[in-house]
């Protein structure tokens, strides 16, 4: 029997060899320590069960489970650094871990945690996640949970874009560390951070947290809140934040009422680009304002003021919070920096100017376009308030054509089928037996020629009992070959006495080119004002008023080059026609 127990402490003392022998083999093995950095592991090792820490960084352990470390239950610190891309950590993988109380798995970027991940860690004080890949779940979700005693966590550089604690953080009471620098959060607000209110923390970090939402110009201000409602800090940093002065004056009015002892405000670069408001950090006992461009003008001198005089303590050399411009002041702290005021009050001067000139120029832009509006809209109504206007004025003062000296006032020439417009366009208007209203004797064919009177004669004698001829051209007057011979009549009549006796109305949107393909138009049109037929409404109103106009005005004309030879031919194309009609 003694050499049979001999025997069996032999073969046991060799399997401990063999076991402590294959896992020196792969990890330093110290008095409590299993180094086990950059070995190509897959997987977890089998390692003694006394050791209290284990380092596996660097290595391309894929999955962690249960069975991973069943029998390391003595173990107080673990890292897991820098695994395998997509490393997953299944349900209850450290169940069996009760005295851990540190655990870092930072770098294992695309980390996949189940949600039970974490249980059995009720002694865990510090949990690091540095550039994990994780969203806003780790913190609203419940993988946090089951670490009742967690003290510190960092969540550095991850893709968190909103901080939403869940609930049982308030459970969480020795919880006073916190990292979220470098994460995308747009903006925090108080209804966001109920899970942290009535906590204390010795750190909140938020550095290069850019909170891009909370602008000046936000419009959110208002429902957003205090975000740090209910909780003291002991040092919050919102260095490299990339706070503008306004924002900055927004933001600490909303988070006024908390405790905050030190505020590093450090790289905020553009916090110097204008005035800032030493009243901002009244309320602290310790300031950090490194590397912060500074702009030395005399907007600044009340804050370097405040920097001579104030009882904050600064985390650094007051001399290292300088001058970044004007060039004659660079790298000059600011509290030893010329300031130079002199012009100060004819600046004031100038920005009132300028804001004056402002508002008269915006309220001259605003006047204009207001009444190019109310023009284009309503151009017609204006115009007969002015003609009302110009009537009550001049009151009977305008003059007419002389009554004895023609017959009619205007002869209107134009084709037989346009006669329904007419009468409804312009008869209607013009014609004084057609509405009392109306002033003007008008002579047209249908009416007033001479039944059995030769045709000529009879467009003859109108344009000579006719204080003007008004030519009506529409796509039927150009077809019309008595209506061009009256316009010719017309114009050579106008030749003659060198009086502007002929109107010529174009309808139907004829296209000038179109015109001048007619011999006996071309002169008129190249050398001539012609009416043209309004396409809105609005104008009606106007275009009667400047054809009444031309109707009654008496007006010489000069003759060109060219209408003198078309007179010419004009007159000699009208004898052969008398002659013919004699």
């Known amino acids: 029997m003694a050499k049979q127990h001999r025997l069996s402490l032999i073969l046991l003392g060799l399997c401990v060899s063999t076991q402590i022998v294959k896992c020196t083999s792969v990890c330093s093995i110290g008095a409590s320590v299993a180094l086990c950095i950059d070995k190509g592991l897959q997987e977890v090792p089998e390692l003694p069960t006394h050791v209290n820490k284990v380092d596996l960084s660097n290595n391309s352990i894929a999955e962690l489970n249960e069975t991973s470390f069943s029998l390391l239950d003595g173990l107080q610190a673990l890292i ?136 000046e110009y936000w419009l959110g201000w208002d429902k957003c809140g205090n975000p740090f409602k209910n909780m003291s800090i002991t040092q919050l940093d919102l260095s490299g934040n990339g706070f503008t002065v ?33 009243n901002l950090f009244s309320g602290l006992h310790y300031l950090s304002l490194m590397n912060n461009d500074f702009r030395c003008d005399c ?57 004056v000139l402002f508002i008269l120029c915006f309220a001259l832009i605003i006047l204009l376009t207001a009444s190019a509006i109310i023009y284009v809209r309503r151009r017609g109504y204006i115009f007969k308030l002015y003609k009302n206007l110009t009537g009550k004025l001049v009151n009977g003062n305008r003059k007419e054509p002389d009554p004895d000296r023609f017959l009619y006032d205007v002869y209107l020439c134009f084709s037989s089928s346009d006669m329904k417009w007419v009468e409804r366009a312009l008869l209607n208007r013009l014609d004084s037996q057609f509405s009392e209203q109306n002033t003007l004797r008008c002579c047209f064919e249908e009416r007033d020629f001479i039944p059995g009177e030769d045709h000529l004669t009879n467009m003859r004698n109108a344009i000579q009992n006719s204080h003007k001829t008004l ?49 006996q138009l071309r002169s008129y049109i190249e050398n001539r004002r012609y009416l043209l037929w309004p396409d809105d409404n609005q104008d009606l109103e106007w275009f009667y008023d400047q054809l009444l106009h031309k109707i009654r005005k008496n007006t010489k004309v000069k003759q060109t080059n060219t209408e003198v030879n078309e007179f010419e031919r004009n007159l000699e194309e009208a004898n052969v026609l008398v002659d013919t009609a004699v």
Request: proline residues 3%; hydrophobic residues 40%; neutral net charge.
């Open 80 to 215: 897991l650094m820098h695994q395998k891309p997509g490393l997953v950590i299944r349900n209850n993988t450290f169940r069996g871990l009760a005295n851990l109380t540190s655990l870092q798995l930072d770098y294992n970027h695309f980390l996949k945690t189940e949600t039970g991940a974490f249980n059995g860690l009720s002694n865990l004080e510090i949990l690091t996640l540095t550039q994990c890949s994780l969203d806003d779940a780790i913190l609203s979700g419940d993988f946090l949970k089951p670490l009742v005693s967690l003290e510190m966590l960092d969540l550095r550089e991850n893709n968190i874009q909103r901080i939403q604690p869940a609930s049982f953080f308030l459970n969480m009471r020795r919880f006073h560390w916190l990292d979220l620098s470098r994460n995308k959060v747009k903006s925090i607000c108080e209804e966001e951070l109920l899970g942290f209110q009535g906590k204390h923390f010795t750190l909140l970090k938020l550095s290069s947290v850019r909170l891009q939402d909370m602008n």
């Open 246 to 278: 306004n924002m900055a004056k927004r933001f600490f009015n909303a988070i006024t009422g908390t405790k905050i002892q030190s505020l590093i405000l450090s790289n905020s670069y553009s916090m110097g680009k204008s005035s800032v408001d030493p």
């Open 299 to 355: 907007k600044l001198r009340d804050f370097q003021t405040w920097l001579n005089q104030t009882n904050v303590t600064i985390f650094h050399p007051i001399e290292d919070v300088t001058c970044a411009s004007p060039e004659d002041q660079f790298m000059l702290p600011v509290v030893r920096s010329n300031i130079q005021c002199e012009d100060e009050e004819e600046e004031r001067r100038s920005e009132k100017l300028r804001l």
């Open 471 to 519: 030519c009506v051209v529409s796509e039927r007057f150009l077809k019309d070959g008595w209506c061009l011979e009256t316009f010719t009549l017309a114009q050579c009549r106008m030749l003659v006495e060198l009086k502007d006796i002929l109107v010529v109305l174009v309808v139907g949107n004829i296209p000038q080119y179109r015109l001048l393909k007619y011999e």
